[in-house]
Protein backbone atom coordinates (compact mmCIF):
# COMPACT_ATOMS: atom_id res chain seq x y z
CA UNK A 1 0.00 0.00 0.00
CA UNK A 2 1.62 3.80 -1.15
CA UNK A 3 1.46 5.76 2.27
CA UNK A 4 0.01 9.63 1.85
CA UNK A 5 2.33 11.88 2.45
CA UNK A 6 0.51 15.33 3.42
CA UNK A 7 2.70 18.83 3.06
CA UNK A 8 0.82 21.82 3.75
CA UNK A 9 2.33 25.11 3.66
CA UNK A 10 2.04 27.29 6.56
CA UNK A 11 3.90 30.40 5.01
CA UNK A 12 6.22 30.79 2.23
CA UNK A 13 8.80 29.95 4.60
CA UNK A 14 7.58 26.64 6.93
CA UNK A 15 6.16 23.73 6.06
CA UNK A 16 5.27 20.54 8.03
CA UNK A 17 5.26 17.49 6.40
CA UNK A 18 2.81 14.51 8.32
CA UNK A 19 3.88 10.60 7.59
CA UNK A 20 3.59 7.49 9.32
CA UNK A 21 1.46 9.47 12.14
CA UNK A 22 3.82 12.37 12.93
CA UNK A 23 4.64 15.96 12.26
CA UNK A 24 8.02 16.84 11.10
CA UNK A 25 8.87 20.53 10.60
CA UNK A 26 10.96 21.84 7.50
CA UNK A 27 12.39 25.05 6.75
CA UNK A 28 11.78 26.36 3.45
CA UNK A 29 14.87 26.35 0.73
CA UNK A 30 14.78 30.40 1.32
CA UNK A 31 15.35 30.36 4.94
CA UNK A 32 18.05 28.08 4.33
CA UNK A 33 20.21 30.35 2.17
CA UNK A 34 19.81 32.66 4.58
CA UNK A 35 20.83 30.86 7.64
CA UNK A 36 23.96 29.92 5.17
CA UNK A 37 24.72 33.62 5.11
CA UNK A 38 23.91 34.35 8.64
CA UNK A 39 26.31 31.48 9.74
CA UNK A 40 29.45 33.04 8.94
CA UNK A 41 30.09 34.14 12.19
CA UNK A 42 29.60 30.91 13.75
CA UNK A 43 31.36 29.55 10.93
CA UNK A 44 34.47 31.77 12.21
CA UNK A 45 33.97 30.92 16.01
CA UNK A 46 33.89 26.97 15.49
CA UNK A 47 37.37 27.77 13.06
CA UNK A 48 38.50 24.64 11.47
CA UNK A 49 38.78 21.52 14.13
CA UNK A 50 40.25 18.66 13.02
CA UNK A 51 38.28 15.47 11.91
CA UNK A 52 37.65 12.79 14.81
CA UNK A 53 39.09 9.53 13.87
CA UNK A 54 37.07 6.96 15.16
CA UNK A 55 38.30 3.30 14.70
CA UNK A 56 35.10 0.80 14.61
CA UNK A 57 36.12 -3.07 14.02
CA UNK A 58 33.54 -4.60 12.01
CA UNK A 59 32.80 -8.16 12.13
CA UNK A 60 31.37 -10.12 9.52
CA UNK A 61 29.91 -13.63 9.06
CA UNK A 62 32.28 -15.67 6.29
CA UNK A 63 34.05 -12.87 5.48
CA UNK A 64 36.71 -13.51 2.47
CA UNK A 65 39.97 -14.17 4.53
CA UNK A 66 41.81 -11.81 2.20
CA UNK A 67 39.49 -8.77 3.11
CA UNK A 68 40.65 -9.64 7.40
CA UNK A 69 41.98 -6.06 8.76
CA UNK A 70 41.11 -4.34 5.65
CA UNK A 71 40.51 -0.64 6.34
CA UNK A 72 37.53 1.74 5.21
CA UNK A 73 37.76 5.64 5.91
CA UNK A 74 34.31 7.25 5.45
CA UNK A 75 33.85 10.27 4.13
CA UNK A 76 30.47 12.19 4.18
CA UNK A 77 28.69 15.67 4.03
CA UNK A 78 31.80 18.11 3.87
CA UNK A 79 29.33 20.15 2.38
CA UNK A 80 31.81 22.38 0.46
CA UNK A 81 32.24 25.43 0.16
CA UNK A 82 31.45 26.01 3.62
CA UNK A 83 33.49 22.78 5.71
CA UNK A 84 34.13 22.47 8.88
CA UNK A 85 37.26 21.11 8.78
CA UNK A 86 38.96 21.70 6.01
CA UNK A 87 39.70 19.25 2.91
CA UNK A 88 43.17 19.35 3.61
CA UNK A 89 42.71 18.20 7.10
CA UNK A 90 40.27 15.98 5.91
CA UNK A 91 43.05 14.20 3.40
CA UNK A 92 45.29 14.31 5.93
CA UNK A 93 43.60 12.18 8.43
CA UNK A 94 42.81 9.59 5.87
CA UNK A 95 45.87 9.54 4.81
CA UNK A 96 47.07 8.86 8.04
CA UNK A 97 44.36 6.50 8.81
CA UNK A 98 46.12 4.51 5.76
CA UNK A 99 42.81 2.71 4.75
CA UNK A 100 42.55 0.11 1.99
CA UNK A 101 39.53 2.04 0.44
CA UNK A 102 37.37 5.31 1.18
CA UNK A 103 33.90 5.32 1.11
CA UNK A 104 31.95 8.70 -0.03
CA UNK A 105 28.68 8.90 1.41
CA UNK A 106 27.37 11.71 -0.24
CA UNK A 107 26.72 15.36 0.13
CA UNK A 108 30.09 16.83 -0.79
CA UNK A 109 28.42 19.80 -2.17
CA UNK A 110 25.64 22.40 -0.65
CA UNK A 111 22.72 23.00 -2.80
CA UNK A 112 22.25 26.11 -0.79
CA UNK A 113 25.14 27.90 -2.40
CA UNK A 114 27.34 27.37 -5.21
CA UNK A 115 28.85 24.04 -7.00
CA UNK A 116 32.25 23.98 -5.58
CA UNK A 117 33.55 22.41 -8.81
CA UNK A 118 36.88 23.64 -7.91
CA UNK A 119 37.03 22.36 -4.78
CA UNK A 120 35.33 18.86 -5.11
CA UNK A 121 37.59 18.03 -8.26
CA UNK A 122 40.65 18.56 -5.62
CA UNK A 123 39.35 16.97 -2.65
CA UNK A 124 38.56 14.03 -4.83
CA UNK A 125 42.06 13.47 -6.28
CA UNK A 126 43.48 14.18 -3.56
CA UNK A 127 41.35 11.16 -1.70
CA UNK A 128 41.71 8.69 -5.11
CA UNK A 129 45.56 9.27 -4.51
CA UNK A 130 45.55 8.01 -1.09
CA UNK A 131 43.28 4.76 -1.57
CA UNK A 132 40.85 3.48 -4.16
CA UNK A 133 37.12 5.21 -3.23
CA UNK A 134 33.12 4.41 -3.83
CA UNK A 135 30.78 7.24 -3.81
CA UNK A 136 26.96 7.38 -3.65
CA UNK A 137 24.88 10.70 -4.52
CA UNK A 138 23.99 12.55 -1.08
CA UNK A 139 20.44 15.07 -1.19
CA UNK A 140 22.59 18.11 -1.82
CA UNK A 141 23.92 16.24 -5.26
CA UNK A 142 20.67 14.47 -6.14
CA UNK A 143 18.50 17.36 -8.10
CA UNK A 144 20.45 20.47 -9.96
CA UNK A 145 23.76 18.82 -9.09
CA UNK A 146 23.29 15.46 -9.86
CA UNK A 147 25.42 15.93 -12.92
CA UNK A 148 28.06 18.27 -11.48
CA UNK A 149 28.27 15.34 -8.71
CA UNK A 150 28.32 12.82 -11.81
CA UNK A 151 31.51 14.72 -13.83
CA UNK A 152 33.47 15.63 -10.78
CA UNK A 153 33.75 11.06 -10.12
CA UNK A 154 34.22 10.64 -13.82
CA UNK A 155 36.90 13.08 -13.81
CA UNK A 156 38.45 11.50 -10.82
CA UNK A 157 37.73 8.20 -12.12
CA UNK A 158 35.99 7.23 -8.92
CA UNK A 159 32.87 4.10 -9.23
CA UNK A 160 29.37 5.92 -8.71
CA UNK A 161 26.80 3.03 -8.46
CA UNK A 162 23.40 4.13 -8.21
CA UNK A 163 21.53 1.18 -7.34
CA UNK A 164 23.96 -1.00 -8.67
CA UNK A 165 26.84 -2.72 -7.90
CA UNK A 166 30.05 -2.60 -7.66
CA UNK A 167 33.62 -4.84 -6.27
CA UNK A 168 35.85 -4.82 -4.22
CA UNK A 169 38.99 -6.97 -5.10
CA UNK A 170 42.14 -8.31 -2.37
CA UNK A 171 44.09 -11.25 -2.92
CA UNK A 172 42.33 -12.63 -5.77
CA UNK A 173 39.01 -12.46 -3.52
CA UNK A 174 36.24 -10.08 -3.52
CA UNK A 175 33.69 -8.33 -1.76
CA UNK A 176 29.87 -6.72 -3.35
CA UNK A 177 29.21 -2.88 -2.44
CA UNK A 178 25.69 -2.21 -3.46
CA UNK A 179 25.76 1.78 -3.87
CA UNK A 180 22.16 3.46 -3.22
CA UNK A 181 20.76 6.11 -6.16
CA UNK A 182 18.04 8.51 -6.01
CA UNK A 183 15.18 7.42 -5.87
CA UNK A 184 16.70 4.05 -3.90
CA UNK A 185 16.04 0.16 -4.88
CA UNK A 186 16.21 -2.46 -2.29
CA UNK A 187 17.86 -5.26 -3.36
CA UNK A 188 18.38 -8.87 -1.87
CA UNK A 189 21.82 -10.13 -1.50
CA UNK A 190 22.11 -14.31 -0.63
CA UNK A 191 25.38 -15.75 -1.76
CA UNK A 192 28.33 -13.74 0.08
CA UNK A 193 28.70 -11.16 2.37
CA UNK A 194 27.83 -7.68 0.92
CA UNK A 195 28.14 -4.16 1.80
CA UNK A 196 26.06 -1.35 1.51
CA UNK A 197 26.89 2.16 1.01
CA UNK A 198 23.79 5.13 0.78
CA UNK A 199 23.74 8.68 2.10
CA UNK A 200 20.79 8.46 4.29
CA UNK A 201 20.43 6.43 8.05
CA UNK A 202 16.60 6.59 7.93
CA UNK A 203 16.82 4.47 4.50
CA UNK A 204 18.82 1.78 5.98
CA UNK A 205 15.19 -0.34 7.64
CA UNK A 206 14.22 -1.03 4.41
CA UNK A 207 17.76 -3.02 3.79
CA UNK A 208 17.90 -4.30 7.41
CA UNK A 209 16.41 -8.07 6.20
CA UNK A 210 17.84 -8.07 2.73
CA UNK A 211 21.20 -10.11 3.58
CA UNK A 212 23.47 -7.16 3.79
CA UNK A 213 26.61 -7.39 6.52
CA UNK A 214 27.26 -3.70 6.66
CA UNK A 215 26.05 -0.69 5.66
CA UNK A 216 27.52 2.82 5.73
CA UNK A 217 25.98 6.15 5.61
CA UNK A 218 25.96 9.94 6.56
CA UNK A 219 23.59 12.66 6.92
CA UNK A 220 22.34 12.85 10.02
CA UNK A 221 25.45 15.59 11.09
CA UNK A 222 25.36 13.59 14.21
CA UNK A 223 22.04 15.70 15.52
CA UNK A 224 23.74 18.70 15.49
CA UNK A 225 24.15 18.86 18.91
CA UNK A 226 25.32 15.66 20.79
CA UNK A 227 23.13 14.34 23.24
CA UNK A 228 24.84 10.83 23.94
CA UNK A 229 24.16 8.96 21.24
CA UNK A 230 20.67 10.18 20.09
CA UNK A 231 21.66 13.81 19.50
CA UNK A 232 18.85 16.60 18.93
CA UNK A 233 17.60 16.96 15.52
CA UNK A 234 18.59 15.35 12.13
CA UNK A 235 17.46 15.61 8.55
CA UNK A 236 14.91 12.69 7.56
CA UNK A 237 14.67 11.61 11.67
CA UNK A 238 13.55 14.56 13.27
CA UNK A 239 13.80 15.39 17.11
CA UNK A 240 15.79 13.33 18.92
CA UNK A 241 17.11 10.83 16.31
CA UNK A 242 18.22 7.18 16.68
CA UNK A 243 20.71 7.31 14.35
CA UNK A 244 23.68 9.82 14.55
CA UNK A 245 27.09 8.28 14.89
CA UNK A 246 28.86 5.69 14.76
CA UNK A 247 28.28 1.64 15.11
CA UNK A 248 24.54 0.68 15.32
CA UNK A 249 22.71 -2.46 14.41
CA UNK A 250 19.53 -2.78 12.09
CA UNK A 251 17.60 -6.48 12.09
CA UNK A 252 20.72 -8.63 10.89
CA UNK A 253 23.07 -5.70 9.45
CA UNK A 254 25.58 -3.35 11.22
CA UNK A 255 25.48 0.05 10.46
CA UNK A 256 28.03 2.71 10.38
CA UNK A 257 26.87 6.34 10.15
CA UNK A 258 28.98 9.24 10.29
CA UNK A 259 28.43 12.58 12.08
CA UNK A 260 29.98 14.40 8.86
CA UNK A 261 32.22 16.70 8.09
CA UNK A 262 30.64 20.61 8.21
CA UNK A 263 27.03 21.93 7.45
CA UNK A 264 24.68 22.75 5.11
CA UNK A 265 22.88 25.97 6.92
CA UNK A 266 23.62 27.08 10.27
CA UNK A 267 26.63 25.84 10.98
CA UNK A 268 25.45 25.28 14.53
CA UNK A 269 27.19 22.44 16.16
CA UNK A 270 27.77 21.23 19.79
CA UNK A 271 29.64 18.59 21.46
CA UNK A 272 29.75 17.02 17.82
CA UNK A 273 33.11 17.66 15.82
CA UNK A 274 33.33 16.64 12.94
CA UNK A 275 33.80 13.03 12.05
CA UNK A 276 36.10 10.29 10.23
CA UNK A 277 34.98 6.72 10.75
CA UNK A 278 37.45 4.22 10.50
CA UNK A 279 36.15 0.57 9.72
CA UNK A 280 38.28 -2.58 9.61
CA UNK A 281 36.76 -5.47 8.45
CA UNK A 282 37.67 -8.84 10.64
CA UNK A 283 35.90 -12.37 10.28
CA UNK A 284 33.70 -14.08 12.68
Known sequence: MTQTVERLALSPLLWYTAKKGGIRLRLSTVVKRTLLTLGAPLRHLQGHPAPQVEDIPIYIQELPSAFSGYRIAVVSDLHLPYSLSTPQQVTDAVRQAAPDCIFI?????????????????????????????????????????????????????????????????????????????????????????????????????????????????????????????????????????????????????????????????????LHNPPHLPVLTLYGK
Open 105 to 269: AGDLANRYTRFDKDGIDAFLAALAAVAPCVAVIGNHERGIYREDYRAAMQKANIPLPENTFVTLERGGQTLPVYGVGYPPKTVTVTDMPTLLLLHHPEDAAAFKSAGFSLAVCGHAHGGQIGLGKRGLYAPGQGFFPQYVSGLYTVGDMALVVSRGLGDSSLSLR
